[in-house]
């Protein structure tokens, strides 16, 4: 009995997480454009995807945006971590608090800030200032996770590594980055998601040619969201997956994320 | 560790520079909801005239609003958004183009209904593209009553029967135009004359939903729905026995239209796609995909049948042409909330 209600519950939570995405799924293929209704089987959304190119731009831009960004993120965040957890002084306790402000702080008025920055810089709205601005979401995204790890290590090993001659650069590539690499990919991943699906914020950035995916679907409500998104986010979907399985699968034993 | 870093400028720079350095095409900047103007239209535009056309997105108004102003009402060619908007934009000053009609050859074509209204006399920034409206859906069958205009709503034997969509200005809007004022009363007596007619009709209010109020009629809770013409066109598309009412007292529009912004790099460009956008048989092609009414009376003949009968859709001459449309009334505006926070929470 104990058993079956345990089943039961997960099932049901199961149910509550997937069952929105299978809906989207499904009706990816269903030959009518409406979203209750079906209407039998179709790959027409698959093929209508592929031929919009408003739609497959903006998804170039969204991947192209969110590598660059994660890329960087990563860089500048765990380089930071490393900073704030070796140099510690009197300003580090107020410093790491000042870091992750920026994600506690409402979308709407980061967003904003920069629109102001920025238009008083007199710079070109478009992928630049999106880079920039979501970088500045995403390094503390990557610090709170990194330096999560960096808290969690014992300096030895380094300091070992320096001890028996290895200069600074090679303890730093040889010891410390192996050592964050758990926390690095995480962060990198956190960073990614963020960058990915923000909305609000990439709307204030971009400019008159250059549009990310997330903007695109949400401004999709006037006349309402096309079966080619649920093809799309299937696509999407079906990738995450597939990383995330492949993941799981390589390293049993260690647990990445 | 360097050559990734230099990797990464190198593209980030690649990237800057051919976003600049691609302007040997002529191109000009929409800016309006995605899917609002069909792509393969933008495609025939392009074919035919060899301008390139970069569509980016806003998903409000407001959104719209603060962008061009951040961008000094340049960068973007053509605007598309809702008429309120235009409105406060005016009042900025210096964020529109004076729109010269003598370059859209098919000014013509535009419907008396749709020009010259309260939120752009003259039509000096703004030129129409599409309407929506206010209307009253209700199935006779199940309905006590007969629906013909506002009044009826009142009507105690529609007790708990009414969804409305969640907008202040449109319902209490509506009882304005029940008692013969204006969409946009500002008139403290005729405003307290509203609150008792509003007062009257919160009875018989089953709910309140923005969104999906036609749902509500079609799974009969509700007899009789008071929403835009687009959800009235869904719900008629599933219960073929709703009827749509066109208010005797008058309806409420919408008017999405076009503007130019101010330092519009591309004007002349930004011209010829709205004339192209007016064209008759081009705008009876673009209606039927978006599923909103055109204001263009020349392709009202060219329309496909189906879509033509719609009649939640298109709606004739006579009820639009001297409809209003929902405009700031400023400070009044408190007025009407005070209406209808008091309204709603003498109901709770």
């Not at chain 2, 939903?209 to 598309?237: F, R």
């Not at chain 2, 939640?312 to 639009?320: D, F, G, L, M, S």
Request: net charge negative; proline share 4%; charged share 15%.
């Amino acid at each position: 009995m104990n058993k079956f209600f345990k089943t039961l519950y997960i099932t049901i939570i199961l149910l509550f997480l997937y069952f929105p995405l299978i809906i989207v799924a499904v009706y990816s293929f269903n030959s009518t454009k409406s979203t209750t209704l079906w209407g039998g089987v179709t790959f027409d959304w698959y093929i209508k995807l592929f031929s919009n190119k408003s739609i497959i731009s903006a998804l170039l831009n969204s991947i192209l945006l969110t590598v660059i960004v994660t890329v960087l993120s990563v860089i500048l965040g765990t380089l930071g971590s490393i900073a704030l957890n070796r140099f510690k002084t009197k300003l580090t306790k107020i410093f790491f608090p000042l870091v992750y402000l920026p994600v506690l702080t409402p979308e709407i008025i980061v967003g904003i800030a920069f629109l102001q920055i920025f238009s008083m810089l007199d710079l070109k709205f478009g992928l630049a200032t999106l880079i920039l601005s979501h970088i500045s979401f995403c390094v503390p995204f990557v610090m709170i996770v990194v330096s999560a790890r960096l808290n969690s290590l014992q300096n030895n090993l380094e300091e070992a590594a320096r001890d028996l001659g290895a200069s600074v650069w090679q303890a730093f590539f040889h010891i410390t980055i192996p050592e964050l690499l758990p926390g690095i990919i995480s962060g990198a991943a956190l960073a990614f998601i963020m960058s990915f699906d923000d909305v609000i914020i990439s709307f204030f950035m971009s400019g008159a040619t250059v549009t990310t995916l997330p903007v695109k679907v949400y401004s999709m409500m006037k006349v309402g969201v096309s079966p080619e998104i649920n093809a799309l986010s299937t696509i999407v979907l079906l990738i995450t997956f597939v990383c995330v399985i492949v993941i799981n699968v390589k390293k049993p034993t260690k647990n990445l994320l | 560790m360097k050559k990734v870093l230099s990797l990464i400028l190198l593209v980030i720079l690649t990237v800057c520079f051919s976003s600049c350095s691609s302007n040997e095409k002529e191109v000009i900047c929409l800016f309006t909801w995605e899917g609002y103007v069909p792509l393969d239209i933008i495609e025939k535009f392009t074919k035919e005239t060899g301008i390139e056309v970069n569509y980016t997105n806003f998903s409000t108004n407001e959104e719209m609003y603060a962008k061009l102003k951040a961008v000094n009402a340049g960068e973007y060619d053509v605007v598309l958004a809702s008429d309120y908007i235009f409105e406060t934009m005016a009042r900025d000053g210096g964020l529109m183009t004076e729109i010269d009609k003598t370059k859209i050859s098919n000014w013509s074509n535009i419907s008396k209904s749709y020009l010259n209204k309260n939120f752009d006399p003259g039509n000096k920034y703004t030129v129409p593209y599409a309407t929506g409206s206010t209307l009253i859906a209700y199935n006779p069958k199940t309905s006590p009553v007969k629906v013909t205009g506002y009044k009826d709503l009142l009507n105690p034997k529609l007790k708990g029967q009414i969804v409305s969509i969640d907008e202040m200005r449109v319902v209490i809007g509506m009882m304005n135009l029940m008692l013969g004022n204006s969409l946009n009363e500002t008139d403290e007596q005729k405003l307290a004359d509203a609150k008792d007619a509003l007062n009257k009709l919160m009875p018989n209010v089953l709910t309140f939903n923005s969104d999906k109020p036609h749902e509500v009629l079609l799974s009969g809770e509700a007899t009789v729905g008071l929403m835009y013409s687009s959800q009235v066109s869904a719900a008629i598309a599933e219960n073929s026995d709703i009827e749509v009412v066109y208010p005797v007292e008058g309806i409420g529009i919408g008017i999405d239209s076009f503007c130019i912004p101010f330092n519009a790099p591309n004007k002349e460009g930004a011209y010829k796609f709205i004339d192209f956008l007016n064209r008759p048989e081009i705008n009876a092609a673009i209606m039927p995909q978006i599923q909103y009414g055109t204001t263009n009376a020349a392709a009202v003949d060219l329309l496909d049948d189906e879509f033509k009968n719609n009649k939640a859709i298109n709606i004739p001459e006579e009820y639009t042409l001297n409809s209003e449309i929902i405009c700031d009334v400023g400070d009044v505006n408190n007025v009407y909330s005070d209406i209808w926070t008091q309204a709603k929470m003498s109901t709770q």
